[in-house]
């Protein structure tokens, strides 16, 4: 399981240097191979569908369950295929390198809008990889437009804390 928010910053050649706290459990994992795919959209009840611009990255094992989940889904139906498309082709396979970094594809920076600045947030099992300036705007609660006050405290009586 991992926890945390770590800010990082890109080398010249895109690379994320993974904290060292996670990078035994990664290799124990996984061997250090990892997956990075665009995050599924959010669900809002007065917006509809909101496409999420951050990332998720899973190692290997955890991301072979996600994607059996998505695979057994029945491609007849549109919403299926949609989602299959966003994970499964919008999914890249990545590699922890030898001192500790991990490449982000282009097409998934520009996704996420990342340049230099990254927040990796740890979430159990598998981490949100966001533009360090927009990870920090949606930490802003007292205006969050897709959650509403009484949807967190409903979600927070649920829990045993």
């Known amino acids: 399981m991992f926890y945390g928010t770590n800010n990082l910053t890109l080398d010249g050649k895109h690379r994320m240097a993974v904290p060292a706290k996670y990078r035994e459990r990664i290799k124990d994992l996984c061997g ?5 795919a665009p995050a599924a959209p959010l669900v809002s009840a007065d917006k509809g569908l909101v496409v999420s611009e951050y990332l998720w990255l899973y190692t290997a094992d955890q991301w072979a369950v996600v994607a ?11 919403a299926n295929r949609r989602m299959q498309q966003m994970f499964l082709g919008g999914a890249e396979e990545v590699s922890v390198d030898g001192t500790g970094r991990l490449l982000l594809p282009a097409r998934l920076r520009e996704h996420a809008k990342i340049e230099k600045n990254v927040a990796l ?22 205006n969050d437009s897709l959650v509403s006050t009484e949807q967190v405290i409903e979600q927070l009586n649920q829990l045993v804390l």
């Open 121 to 142: 947030v740890a979430l159990g099992n598998k981490f949100e990889i966001w533009a360090e300036d927009a990870w920090n705007a949606s930490q802003d609660f007292d």
């Open 68 to 78: 059996q989940q998505v695979m057994g889904l029945s491609a007849t139906v549109p």
């Open 32 to 36: 250090n191979n990892m997956v990075v």
